[in-house]
């Protein structure tokens, strides 16, 4: 890879992470090494930084970028802002309205960060702990979530001049025209896309205490993913997939709220699962989803129904996750005779009671691979 390409993914990396570089940062860029030259790895990271970084919470981003692509040659004698550290989350806080703040308006301003202390101390609190203020800081943290699942090879084609395929329709469409007498082979590619998620939420009584903030995640989850389908059940099932459409989260869970019938019921899960299997599942497990089940395991109904259908509705998904919030508490063991009927047939067991399991769970969709093991 030449400097030039090297600049040029320099820039297209700082905005993946967030940074609002501009279409000409890589020829700035550029420009700035030909002025200052690479004797100095300092000077390099002071000059990049200027043309790239505009405010104070985009240093970390800058310096764990900058060191990704250049460590190895130019790390020495740079005075780092922060160590550099995996991000999961941004944080924005906005002065509130009503209230003077040495002559500015409020609401004027908005500050950007990450790694709070006080952040760092909601990861490993269970969320039936959390006060009022710390659930909206919960829920704050949750809508800034940054989630870049791995995407799958579509079926669907597109053109590519390095592809595996010829494209026959694209190049017989070209032996029409001016360019006729010469036939250039035309090739495609596979898309790639999104890997769908199937979200299954238990909302019975015993749940009661964590469904707010794990729904509040399958918000954020489906604002950043496009294609999930969401369920919540008790005694019966219910899609909720339209009502998480809304873009305000509190108004989402409110309409939610109100189209269940059955919130803080009891739980049969396995009932819950054969609605699904038969009603739901050929309409929306197309594209092998990652089903993820959110339940505690408290289960009043027949444990073999709840394995016949867990093992059916593990044929129909590409990757089968429970996410139990108990087993978030020390001393926790699957001992529930929903829990003894389910675990056979799950891939993944985890525990999902505070924002650090959310985090574990998303790095886990992060790293699945395409094809099934």
């Given amino acids: ?27 700035d860029l550029m420009a700035a090494v030909d002025e200052i030259g690479l004797a100095s790895g300092a000077d390099v990271y002071a000059a990049f930084r200027c043309l790239t970084v505009s405010s104070p919470w985009q240093l970390p981003i800058f310096d764990r970028v900058f060191v990704r ?10 005075a780092m802002t922060a ?42 609190k269970d969320f039936s702990e959390l006060t009022k203020a710390e659930q909206a800081q919960v829920r704050n943290l949750l809508a800034q979530m ?38 250039e082979l035309k090739k495609s590619v596979r898309r790639t896309r999104p890997r ?46 339209r009502q998480l459409m809304r873009r305000n989260p509190t108004e989402a869970l409110a309409q939610v709220s109100e189209s269940v019938e ?18 739901w599942s050929r309409r929306v497990t197309r594209g092998g989803p990652i089903a993820l089940i959110i339940s505690d395991g408290w289960d009043r109904g027949d444990p073999e129904v709840l394995s016949q259908e867990m093992e059916r509705l593990r044929r129909t998904v590409h990757r089968l996750i429970w996410v139990n919030p108990l087993a978030s508490r020390e001393g926790f063991a699957p001992e529930t005779r929903g829990m003894k009927a389910a675990l056979p047939h799950v891939d993944d067991f985890l525990a999902g009671g505070r924002l650090s399991d959310l985090a574990t769970l998303v790095s886990l969709l992060e790293t699945l691979p395409e094809r099934r093991r």
């Fill in 146 to 183: 940054i989630w870049r699942p791995e995407p799958v090879r579509s079926r669907r084609r597109r053109p590519s001049p390095k592809g595996d395929r010829p494209d026959l329709r694209r190049t017989l469409r070209r032996c029409v025209g001016p360019e006729g007498d010469l036939i």
């Fill in 69 to 78: 692509f250049f460590g190895r040659n130019l790390s020495s004698g740079i």
């Fill in 1 to 27: 890879m030449t400097g030039a390409e090297t600049l040029v993914e320099f820039t297209r990396e700082l905005r993946s992470e967030g940074l609002s570089v501009g279409a000409t940062a890589a020829a």
């Fill in 262 to 279: 059955d919130w803080s019921g009891g739980t049969r899960i396995g009932e819950c699962l054969r609605s699904f299997n038969f009603e």
């Fill in 196 to 241: 769908p998620i199937l979200f299954i939420a238990d909302v019975s009584g015993s749940m009661e205490r964590y469904t707010e903030m794990l729904l509040y995640f399958a918000h954020a989850a489906r604002a950043r993913l496009g294609k999930m389908e969401t369920f919540v059940f008790s005694t019966r099932l219910t899609r909720i997939t």
């Fill in 83 to 124: 160590p550099p550290q995996p991000r999961l989350w941004t944080i924005r806080r906005v002065q509130q309205s009503g209230a003077e703040n040495d002559g500015e308006s409020a609401g004027e301003e908005m500050q950007a960060f990450t790694g709070a202390s006080w952040a760092e101390r909601l990861l490993e």
